[in-house]
């Protein structure tokens, strides 16, 4: 503590750590676990309602459609958040490579997977292509929800 602001008698403070005080991350972790949490709650529900409609309206391709939709949204919407969460106590340098590099590789896995099911028949790509559309905007609106609804102080409280 500096001389301007002693410590409470019985108290020094937070207890420092290696990666800095006692809590570092903890009020952004809890904004991207927020996130995650939303976006689970959306792809669960999507799920249910993507393979109720592309069944009535496609059958079992359909199905199929929404079961893959559903699939290439999860890798989508939810590495980009993981990828902050596992690396939220690293350096901006360490977190900004880490979520770069998911980025990309989740781009090129949803390209060589379209590429792959572009010739094929036994699903309905409209229906696949309204499911991840409506995944992937609805996890952009929850995360932009959870960040600016989310409580993170500008400077961490005993940091220096």
């Known amino acids: 503590m500096t001389d301007d602001h002693p410590a409470a ?3 020094a403070g937070p207890e420092p750590t290696a990666s800095g005080p006692a809590t570092p991350g903890s009020a952004a972790d809890a904004v991207f676990r927020r996130a995650l ?3 689970a ?3 669960g529900a999507l799920l249910v309602l993507g393979l109720v ?3 009535l309206l496609a059958g079992a391709p359909g199905v199929w459609g929404a079961l893959i939709g559903w699939g290439l949204a999860v890798v ?3 590495t980009t958040i993981v990828a902050m969460i596992r690396t939220s106590r690293s350096s901006p340098a360490a977190m900004a490579g880490v979520v770069m590099g998911t980025w990309l590789a989740k781009v090129v896995v949803v ?3 379209l590429a792959v099911l572009r010739p094929l028949s036994f699903y309905s790509a409209p ?3 309204a499911v991840l559309a409506i995944a992937v905007i609805g996890s952009a ?3 932009y929800r959870a960040v600016t609804t989310g409580r993170v102080p500008y400077v961490e409280p005993g940091g220096r």
């Open 9 to 11: 008698p019985g108290s």
């Open 37 to 39: 949490r939303d976006v």
């Open 41 to 43: 709650i959306l792809l």
């Open 53 to 55: 409609v592309g069944g």
């Open 76 to 78: 989508f919407s939810t």
């Open 111 to 113: 390209v060589v997977v």
């Open 127 to 129: 229906v696949l292509g």
């Open 141 to 143: 609106v929850l995360d």
